[in-house]
């Protein structure tokens, strides 16, 4: 498993606008709680913060569970980044894509702050000394924040082990979209219990049984609809292409 940096920005910048008032940030917490074990055996509600949960969430999307600690909870998330041994503990770091930034709202801005983390987000680009980042549950939506490098609030970062983008004269970076698997009738798993939750969030029923990671004829004709929905070759085969329109990457 696991991405490349630009893979898992491409993910999050796809997700700014989902948020509470609508809804349409349950797929979030859906993707989340797909991935088992869960955390601590805890499954997000969709009442509960679920900044970290994004994070996690878009781990689950782009195939990077593996580099990035799966958590619900921001004091945790940190703690498991620690024993990963990609925990930064550096205000004045600078940042690259795809890092994740942990805050304290306590912090005084005066030295190195090492109270308790409250919020993380992702970083999406660094202009300069101003960092822009895309978050989960700010103010209950994906949205973006500016901070600047060794800025106040900044708890410290988690710097997940990403693959080196692989890049050829003659073809496009893979996207999150190419890097799952392709899914047909007859397979089981995780991952297609994560697709079957993306389809019902998108309206396209798969059947009596739901989303029980079972890729049987009622999932088969969710995707055939969904495919149909968004001008794709129906074929009922969920490949990058499909995958690119259920994860909502333009």
């Known amino acids: 498993m696991s991405c490349t940096r630009s893979e ?57 569970t593996d580099i990035i600690p799966m958590e619900v909870s921001c004091y945790y998330v940190t703690q498991n980044a620690k024993s990963m041994g990609i925990w930064v503990e550096n205000d004045g770091y600078k940042p690259l894509p795809g890092d994740i930034i942990v805050y304290d709202w306590d912090d005084s801005g005066k030295g190195d702050n090492a109270s308790g983390p409250d919020h993380v987000g992702i970083v999406e680009k660094v202009t300069g000394n101003t960092i822009t980042v895309i978050e989960g549950n700010y103010s209950n939506a994906v949205k973006r924040r500016s901070v600047l490098v060794n800025g106040r609030y900044i708890r410290g970062y988690i710097v997940p082990k990403y693959e080196a983008a692989k890049v050829e004269q003659t073809q496009a970076p893979q996207t999150a979209a190419e890097n799952l698997p392709m899914l047909k009738k007859g397979d089981k798993g995780d991952t297609v219990k994560a697709m079957q939750i993306l389809l019902i969030g998108w309206g396209c029923s798969c059947g009596w049984y739901g989303a029980d990671g079972d890729f049987g004829s009622g999932t088969e004709k969710a995707v055939k609809n969904f495919q149909g929905k968004k001008s794709l070759e129906a074929d009922g085969v969920c490949g990058p292409l499909t995958w690119a329109k259920l994860l909502g990457i333009k």
């Open 8 to 64: 898992i920005v491409k993910q999050a910048q796809a997700w700014v606008g989902l948020k509470e008032s609508d809804g349409s940030h349950k797929k979030i917490i859906d993707l989340y709680n797909a991935h088992k074990p869960l955390a601590r055996g805890y499954a997000l509600k969709y009442t509960d913060a679920w900044c970290v949960g994004a994070i996690g969430a878009l781990a689950v999307a782009c195939n990077a």
